[in-house]
């Protein structure tokens, strides 16, 4: 059974830093770039961050490049999104996706697992 499950959200103030946990199950995503998007709400789901299948490249959205980072363990099957100097444009649901493959983009469609994702909300 496939499992995408975020933990972490919450209420921070401006210029404060949470950091996101995605737990995979290992068939699910072993072998798999997993990635994080955003969704505020009346927008689209928007990219975040993805890292390839053995944490050799990274990929960010030029909103985030420089606050937020994304680092997998193999070992426990996690990707996790340290976001830090959050700012209120920041507030939005944040959804962790496996790709279909080893590597991958920016492109929704290029993901095939999804969690049902953990809101953040940064207060200024």
């Known amino acids: 059974q496939v499992q995408v499950v975020e933990s972490g959200g919450g209420l921070v103030q401006a210029g404060g830093s949470l950091r996101l946990s995605c737990t995979t199950s290992r068939r699910t995503s072993s072998n798999n770039a997993v990635g994080w998007f955003r969704q505020a709400p009346e927008k689209e789901r928007e990219f975040v961050a993805v890292?390839?299948?053995?944490?050799?490249?990274?990929l960010y959205a030029d909103s985030v490049k420089g606050r937020f980072s994304i680092i997998r363990d193999r070992a426990k099957n996690t990707v996790d999104l340290q976001m830090n100097s959050l700012k209120p444009e920041d507030t939005a649901t944040y959804y962790c996706?496996?790709?279909?493959?080893?590597?991958?983009?920016?492109?929704?469609?290029?993901?095939?697992?999804w969690g049902q994702g953990t809101q953040v909300t940064v207060t200024s």
């Open positions: 890292i390839s299948w053995n944490g050799g490249s990274t």
């Open positions: 996706a496996v790709a279909r493959g080893a590597v991958s983009g920016r492109d929704r469609s290029s993901y095939q697992y």
